[in-house]
């Protein structure tokens, strides 16, 4: 039995709360948010578990073996490091930490003591992600491009960017997906509100080789769209998260290169490019929830010591392109050369 | 009756001769070409109509009034500026030409001469791009933001490069609907085929305050997306020109702020942002064709001396947007800036 | 503060309990179910709750004032019976009963005990479906048909045909949603599984006029259609219960009769009919869930003595399309007449 | 060389005429039309084609060997017989004739002077129409329903029904692709219009054993839908024509049975019915245009004696169920059997 405490309970918390009493093998002690009106309806849907405004009591609950923490982005590291020296393993919402700095802290912290770190790149745990990597690597050939847009009339955050709030997902989703990594981002946006961050913003990442991403997200569309298409040369892919059923797409489609007779008025050397399409398909998924999943994996990451899909080295990764991204975008859309991946320990 | 000649009859030619086929005032009589094994079927299907190999008959007959030009990019220049010194006035295929320097000379020489230079701006002469503007200037109050993706699985181009291919249909809309112009231009993109031009783009365009135009093109998607976005103070619209009938939807969607009283935790000055989502609405849209209403438009030019929507003015400044990028694009997505529009005579 | 229970915690039980739970005017006293291990989560997420395999116990309770019904089919009328006869407010699970005799035996004894009896019929609750009505009695003009498309790949039901399972939703919004009755009904089907009730069906119903009504559900369906259509003579409807947000869309279409000029080789006497197309619009939907605005409404009922909007004629009315449709399917799809709707008392 | 005229320049004339001028081995030799004002445009397009009022004219050209006919359907037996009396192979737009009796009597006259008859059933030329022949007769299994639905806001006709307007293709398209014929219709429909043909129907039609197909038509509905659902025991599909490239779906999709152990409060003979869902695919299809292959395969009929996909008795079969399904109509939607198909000679 694995004693879990839940610390904020806004918007996320209560998806923690819920996936967590259902997993047999978890005690949730308590649950902590400094806005108590939140909690009032908790006690009557969750009698068993303790609510409490001060973290700290669950740092001393010797019960506690970990802490999921759902609070605002500009707590995580302090709360996480608290956590961690408290000798708690850490689930933590996305993105893991404010800064690259103390992402890398918190992975060193964990390290160092042995205990899991694992951040909640909640769609890298659904079957739709999972199905297009498996793909991406096996069906996809050389991979071209990598292109999506997460927009619609969404909730202004105040105190991040819609970088940080949106983008943070496709970020998570790629790293997992191609077997590239990045290294170099460029970003350009636009606050439509005075004095509040961003609420628009198109990042273009540059891969080594002929490899370009593209991420475009926006709080202020009039639709909902959450598309992302993966181009390669031998299939193409579509992952359409609005699709109840047939999230992802795959087209047997690209196109073919051959050297042409010479022709009156053509240059002899230009390759003649042509066009092949084929049938689409579009596989079945499982369809679990993915925070149930990844709820479990970190359970069974902390009863067999195996690091989690999202461990803090992912989280640090996505911090940093994060991190660049912002930075590109006070420069106007310079390109921010990204450091290159610490080797993990 | 309006004598007109047609040089390049390769895949938009056709449509320009079966449109001019239809005006009653106009006398079609030259189509030309090089490659002479496309003319085999002209004389079959319009046997009133006399095809030559040779331009310059067309520039010597002296019931030729209008030239109409639908030949590769590169030849655009010499062709019009031919036309123009012989006294015919021009209707272009776009772009008008390949760089602004020639477009400017072309856009110079037709105002000395009196002659009307008219660009094939296709997209802003249908009903759903003509609605369009109407709402954008009456309705969507300050202008955000602007949006376009344009993607398929689509012919390259070896003489140019994906922006000079579709880019240039967004810029010349963009032109047209938006009240304001751009400052700046920059873009990034990727050539997949060795010795070939980039095959994708992003371009991002800069207007004075906070608006941000971005649009994306690729010759090279699995799917085909023709879908602008325009995000307004008081409106939002989305024209996807996919739809068969209902292609401008506008979205009484919105932020709106309010200053709420204090609370506990926030800073003081914070505004408050809340949503306004009313109802959505399709305008019902006039369906004719674009390049008829055009054509008809470039004969009463020539008959009454009004200049046509999509001028030389117009054509040259989607040349300047379409070089700006392209050596943005070869600076690595650095920002070029727009030269202002010359004032016209 | 009233007392309820709730019999049959399987597929809609959690449902009902759930939103029970949420209302502070209702203590939700018992569960009770047969399947003991249904209800072994039930008192892990909800302690306060007692829970029962035995029905006598909830009549029993002086405190419980409502029973709320989710149970199969069969079950409905002896355990509202029961209900009623000790006094208790009944709301049961759609249809009311397993024919319309006992349905109105039910009705019959609500009204002699002045007890509310409300049905289920969830949909009609629905900010959607609400709309709808609002559009259909206001500005459709004359009515000239509804048809609706139910279909998806479905749990097959031992115990009841698919007119039972799935058109009972639609013949509870057209009762809602249409002024006039229907005077006759006729279904074809099919049951695809030997021993087992049809899968498939189409339901036609008669109504007095130029008006027609169509129904098509299946449980054996590729894709999920949830979509309605209802044509007038000003307006039509297309009401498409999986899209996200513009679930209603009103279209300002229709024809036009015009008596022409005589025309050679036409009879005199022939009407013109032409086109009216114009814009479509999607209002914005109330998007409250409908089982919570249904409880609240039934408790208010209770609590005020107001007749729900799905009371027991609303009930027996579609209990009885729903057997003549059975008995139409049972005769090769002759016609069966609808009794007419005794007076309310 | 074969010689052609063409009778009907309305409507679908002119597509006829179009795809005949594009054979090489077919000369047009007359367009006939009793409306003068159609022809105008005529002789300016096709200067080598003559042009009459007086069908008989075509009749006596003896270069003529075959009339294609695209004239109102109350005319098509007149028409056909008469052409085929002068020797003339016959092409006819469907429906074949307006009576199974003129249609029989127009596939013995063909049969008895060795002349080709052939009924433009167009949709069965398609590259989606024959890969769901392909499908239906190759994997589908046991084949269980065939639903279609051809809906939008159309041309009302003053002298045919939806029935004999709409349902006519999607009946030739299910004689094309299913193996079994049906053996009895029903209809229901309304008229809107005072004095006018129903313009909206439901047909169901019977076949032996557990399978149903189902058309619904109707020319006053806010939405254009073209929707055809079949159901198999192994697979599903989706036909949807109006998507522009992948029109074709096919659903790894079923039931499963099993006998399931005997439960607690079950019926020991329950057959256990669980799920079945897999893969979907989208077959890459054969875009040419169907008219053009249709008369191509014309032309290689008369060549080579072979009869055509759509030769008279296909014709036949099709007007024996509009006869049926209009009968059935003015019945209230009692069932018609349909005779026997003519054994071919």
């Given at each position: 039995?694995?004693?879990?405490?839940?610390?904020?309970?806004?918007?996320?918390?209560?998806?923690?709360?819920?996936?967590?009493?259902?997993?047999?093998?978890?005690?949730?002690?308590?649950?902590?948010?400094?806005?108590?009106?939140?909690?009032?309806?908790?006690?009557?849907?969750?009698?068993?578990?303790?609510?409490?405004?001060?973290?700290?009591?669950?740092?001393?609950d010797?019960?506690?073996?970990?802490?999921?923490?759902?609070?605002?982005?500009?707590?995580?590291?302090?709360?996480?490091?608290?956590?961690?020296?408290?000798?708690?393993?850490?689930?933590?919402?996305?993105?893991?930490?404010?800064?690259?700095?103390?992402?890398?802290r918190?992975?060193e912290?964990?390290?160092?003591?042995?205990?899991?770190?694992?951040?909640?790149?909640?769609?890298?745990?659904?079957?739709?992600?999972?199905?297009?990597?498996?793909?991406?690597?096996s069906?996809?050939?050389?991979?071209?491009?990598?292109?999506?847009?997460r927009?619609?009339?969404?909730?202004?955050?105040?105190?991040?960017?819609?970088?940080?709030?949106?983008?943070?997902?496709?970020?998570?989703?790629?790293?997992?997906?191609?077997?590239?990594?990045?290294?170099?981002?460029?970003?350009?946006?636009?606050?439509?509100?005075?004095?509040?961050?961003?609420?628009?913003?198109?990042?273009?990442?540059?891969?080594?080789?002929?490899?370009?991403?593209?991420?475009?997200?926006?709080?202020?569309?009039?639709?909902?769209?959450?598309?992302?298409?993966?181009?390669?040369?031998?299939?193409?892919?579509?992952?359409?998260?609005?699709?109840?059923?047939?999230?992802?797409?795959?087209?047997?489609?690209g196109?073919?290169?051959?050297?042409?007779?010479?022709?009156?008025?053509?240059?002899?050397?230009?390759?003649?490019?042509?066009?092949?399409?084929?049938?689409?398909?579009?596989?079945?998924?499982?369809?679990?929830?993915?925070?149930?999943?990844e709820?479990?994996?970190?359970?069974?990451a902390?009863?067999?010591?195996?690091?989690?899909?999202?461990?803090?080295?992912?989280?640090?990764?996505?911090?940093?392109?994060?991190?660049?991204?912002?930075?590109?975008?006070?420069?106007?859309?310079?390109?921010?050369?990204?450091?290159?991946?610490?080797?993990?320990?």
């Amino acid at each position: 039995m694995i004693g879990v405490g839940v610390v904020g309970y806004g918007y996320w918390g209560p998806n923690l709360v819920r996936n967590l009493c259902d997993l047999p093998e978890v005690q949730l002690r308590w649950i902590c948010d400094l806005q108590t009106e939140r909690l009032a309806g908790v006690r009557r849907r969750y009698p068993s578990v303790e609510i409490t405004e001060d973290f700290q009591t669950l740092l001393a609950d010797r019960q506690v073996d970990a802490i999921a923490i759902a609070t605002p982005v500009a707590t995580h590291y302090s709360l996480a490091m608290q956590a961690l020296k408290a000798g708690k393993h850490v689930f933590v919402e996305k993105p893991l930490a404010d800064s690259a700095d103390k992402a890398q802290r918190l992975v060193e912290e964990a390290e160092r003591r042995g205990l899991i770190l694992a951040v909640d790149h909640t769609f890298i745990h659904t079957g739709a992600v999972r199905k297009m990597r498996d793909i991406v690597q096996s069906s996809l050939g050389q991979i071209y491009y990598y292109d999506s847009v997460r927009i619609n009339l969404g909730l202004f955050q105040h105190d991040v960017n819609v970088i940080w709030d949106l983008a943070v997902h496709d970020l998570a989703i790629m790293d997992y997906v191609l077997p590239q990594k990045p290294i170099a981002v460029s970003a350009t946006g636009m606050g439509h509100v005075e004095g509040e961050p961003e609420n628009m913003a198109y990042l273009t990442l540059y891969f080594p080789g002929r490899m370009l991403a593209h991420i475009h997200v926006n709080w202020l569309a009039p639709v909902k769209v959450r598309r992302t298409l993966v181009g390669g040369s031998d299939k193409m892919i579509v992952y359409d998260d609005l699709e109840p059923s047939e999230k992802i797409k795959v087209y047997d489609k690209g196109i073919t290169l051959s050297s042409p007779p010479a022709r009156r008025g053509e240059k002899f050397r230009q390759m003649q490019i042509g066009y092949r399409t084929g049938d689409m398909s579009a596989p079945q998924l499982d369809m679990t929830e993915a925070l149930s999943r990844e709820l479990r994996e970190f359970v069974a990451a902390i009863d067999k010591g195996i690091p989690p899909l999202a461990d803090g080295q992912a989280g640090l990764r996505i911090v940093r392109m994060l991190e660049a991204a912002t930075l590109s975008l006070s420069r106007q859309g310079a390109a921010v050369e990204l450091q290159p991946e610490r080797v993990p320990a």
